[in-house]
């Protein structure tokens, strides 16, 4: 009888996140869009995980520099370090980081603000008014998230080849400019394709998983707390599971 119940309470939970999705869609196809307040969550969301993806992209290329300058000097490949993380980086890694740390940081942000207000009643205060919640409160956020991971992803790439470049030239003394030379022309299309894509998927993943669970809140200050942390933990599964998926799907129709 508890399974049974768990397993209708989460199908219930399923069904609830599909047609929280398609009242998304719905908004977006009215045209009504609070532009202003889009612009705003872009500037907040975009600030808030600037600095730590900066930080944690330019020392994953240093790192990725680090041991490839140990690991391909065994077998004098040394000149080879800026293919290894610049391809590393725009293929794999930057997408996947950049997108972990903004669940955790905006992410998270969104669900909490949303979820504060939840509990507060103020979602079930605009529908009171006649302004729907949907509109006024998801849309902007969600759409934000579309705008702002795609640049963080790009000044995650430049940040971490950046820092396989010094890396590079002061510790496996790589001329630099062979290094950035190497590093433009081993970058085909089908590398930034098949990391840039994902992005987008990530996006709405982690605005999709965000706005509902902030949106659906319960439990008062406590409540708050737990969902948003369900909301991250879904994120971090939901972009690593997809990532495997997309990964596999692009190699498969694009080359590897």
């Known amino acids: ?5 768990w397993i209708t309470n989460k199908l219930a939970a399923q069904g609830r996140g599909a047609l929280f999705f398609g009242a998304f869609v719905r908004c977006l196809l009215t045209g009504r869009i609070r532009w202003n307040e ?21 020392a994953s ?13 065994r077998f004098g490949a040394k000149e080879f370090i800026a293919q290894l993380v610049a391809l590393s980086l725009i293929r794999e890694l930057s997408p996947v980081f950049t997108a972990l740390v903004f669940s955790g940081k905006s992410g998270a942000g969104m ?9 507060n009643s103020q979602i079930q205060a605009t529908r009171t008014l006649g ?6 409160l998801v849309v ?12 963080l992803v790009v000044v995650s790439e430049l940040m971490g080849i950046f820092g396989g470049y010094l890396v590079a030239i002061h510790e496996a003394n790589i001329p630099p400019v062979y290094y950035i030379n190497q590093t433009v022309q081993c970058i085909a299309f089908v590398d930034f394709f098949s990391g840039f894509a994902k992005v987008f998927f990530f996006a709405v993943i982690i605005g999709w998983i965000c706005c509902y669970k902030g949106f659906f809140t319960s439990g008062g200050s406590m409540g708050v707390g737990r969902y948003t942390t369900a909301a991250v933990a879904l994120c971090y599964v939901g972009v690593i599971v997809s990532n ?11 080359g590897n």
């Not at 009888?1 to 119940?5: H, K, Q």
């Not at 290329?61 to 000097?73: D, E």
């Not at 302004?131 to 006024?136: C, H, L, R, T």
């Open 1 to 5: 009888m508890v399974m049974l119940t």
């Open 38 to 58: 889009v612009f705003r969550q872009i500037y907040e969301q975009g600030v808030r995980s600037l600095l730590i993806v900066t930080l944690v992209s330019f």
């Open 61 to 73: 290329g240093a790192v990725l520099a680090l041991q490839g300058q140990v690991m391909m000097a």
């Open 111 to 119: 669900a909490a603000e949303l979820g504060s207000m939840s509990v």
């Open 131 to 136: 302004v729907d919640p949907m509109g006024f």
């Open 140 to 151: 902007p956020r969600m759409l934000a998230c579309l705008v702002v991971l795609p640049i």
């Open 244 to 254: 495997t998926l997309l990964t596999k799907i692009i190699l498969t129709f694009w």
